[in-house]
């Protein structure tokens, strides 16, 4: 694999900047869907190396993830991937003390690539293996780094329990996390995810492939009020969420409207969208508040985390919503919202401190939710 494809995540200078010499080093692997990436994280909470090979531009053309594509690119790159992670590291693999991997859910093909290379180094090396659920990787990522209130990135831990929005490509729940491996489902979407109507949206307006980080972008010069998007379940009780009608009012308005689009059309366009998205996020996160699950366990922290957190306009929501409540916010910094290594790695330290580790074959999973750890 070419130099120029990979990408090296610097984190810049951490809290804790050494590591004390007890400090437990965990290699993990995440090829779940579109990134080949590892990291080594230690329990100081630093990040020693993290390489993240992103396959956006292979599937653009296509207009999404093709899956076989993605399976076949994992395999030609995670060699390198995890090699230059070590080597970047300073380290071998003598040095490493755990070894995790993703093993679902995502799209299995490239599940298997990521779950056999660390099966593979764990068995040569008689390391412990952590099979590490991709959402469970988001769901704790902010516990190793997080960017506050006030803006500055903290490796301090987030405390338990803490209420989390957990938006994605693939998901888009509402949990209360009262431990490592201990989630209870409070709302979650009846149909698309946050992540796909971006996507759905940013493709029927011609932005490309992903659609977020375009529509966020396009979303700051638009006139929020231009379209009357509905807010689905808005005027109902309970947490959960749904896009559909949302994806069925955009297509009701691109139409009716003439093509080609002007900017300023994509650009209204995209902020009424967005302004959507962020009221049903935010009526259905009110909800979840008040609801005596939640209420008691007292979360002292508002947690946003997946690919959508990246989204500038559902940060500022949640960060006011938190205030309100008198909670802290949290987010992971920008490069630990999508997929990457550094949160396997996390994920697979906490579950490895827990007790969490591999002790017979591990099939991995397309489909697992967080409520099945
Ligand atoms: O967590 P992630 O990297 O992959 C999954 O596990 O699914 O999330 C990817 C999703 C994509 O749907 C992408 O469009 C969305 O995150 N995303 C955003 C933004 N950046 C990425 N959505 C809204 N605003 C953004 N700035
Ligand atoms: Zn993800």
């Known amino acids: 694999m070419s130099e120029e494809k990979i990408i090296q995540m610097d984190m810049g200078k951490l809290d804790s900047e050494q590591h004390s010499e007890n400090a437990i080093l965990c290699l993990g692997i995440e090829s779940s869907c ?33 899956p076989e594509l993605a399976a076949r690119a994992h395999i030609l790159a995670i060699d390198d991937v995890v090699r230059q992670t070590l080597d970047k590291a300073n380290k071998t693999i003598d040095d490493i003390d755990v070894v995790a991997a993703t093993a679902g859910p995502g799209l299995i093909g490239g599940v298997l690539v990521g779950w056999m290379a660390a099966t593979g180094i764990a068995q040569a090396t008689g390391k412990p293996l952590v099979a590490v659920n991709h959402l469970e990787g988001h769901a704790l990522v902010p516990r190793l780094c997080a960017t506050l209130a006030d803006g500055t990135n903290k490796n301090t831990a987030i405390e338990f329990p803490y209420l989390l929005m957990l938006a994605s490509g693939g998901h888009c729940q509402i949990l209360l996390v009262r431990g490592v491996g201990q989630y209870e489902m409070i709302g979650q979407t009846l149909d698309d995810s946050a992540g796909e109507a971006y996507d759905k949206v940013a493709k029927m307006l011609g932005l490309g492939y992903p659609g977020g980080p375009v529509v966020d972008a396009r979303a700051k010069s638009g006139n929020p009020k231009a379209f009357d998007f509905p807010r689905p379940l808005c005027d109902k009780p309970g947490c959960d969420f749904s896009f559909s009608g949302i994806k069925t009012a955009a297509r009701t308005f691109i139409s009716r409207a003439e093509q080609p689009f002007s900017d300023e059309y994509i650009n209204d366009f995209c902020a009424s969208f967005q302004a959507a998205v962020v009221d049903c996020i935010v009526n259905r996160l009110k909800n979840a508040l008040s609801d005596s699950r939640v209420r008691g366990h007292k979360p002292k922290t508002l947690v946003v985390a997946g690919g959508v957190a990246k989204n500038s306009a559902i940060r500022a929501a949640m960060e006011k919503l938190a205030s309100e409540y008198n909670m802290q916010f949290a987010a992971p910094p920008m ?3 999508t997929d990457n290594g550094a949160m396997i790695a996390w994920a697979g330290l906490e579950n490895y401190k827990v007790g969490k580790v591999v002790k017979e074959p591990v099939a991995p999973r397309p489909r697992w939710p967080l409520t099945e750890l």
Do not use: F, W
């Open 34 to 66: 579109d990134e080949t990436s590892a990291a080594i994280v230690d329990s100081d909470r630093n990040v020693l190396a993290h390489i993240i090979y992103s396959q956006i531009p292979e599937h653009q053309k296509y207009g999404g993830v093709v």
């Open 335 to 337: 490069n630990l919202c």
